[in-house]
């Protein structure tokens, strides 16, 4: 159970929401920090927030997927919620 990344306790994913690249990197259980090539996610990070919503989508599809343990699930809500 898990990828080779996973036992290092370290993985690095991204996803595509409305035309965005959002990638994911998680250091620790629990841990995950965003980055995203919006404008909204610049100024955010010049806040020292870093977040946007097309992160806080693909967070909320994620904490859906830890519980199903199916990583196509996000994939599956994100191109359902892609449109607006
Ligand atoms: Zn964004």
Redesign the pocket.
Known sequence: MGSAADRRGFSYRTYF??G?T?AATRHAPGEVSWS??????QRSQARGDAW????QRVAAAASIDRLARSEGLVQGLLLQTAGC
């Open positions: 929401v409305s965005h959002v995203c090539d919006c404008a909204e996610f946007c919503s097309h992160a």
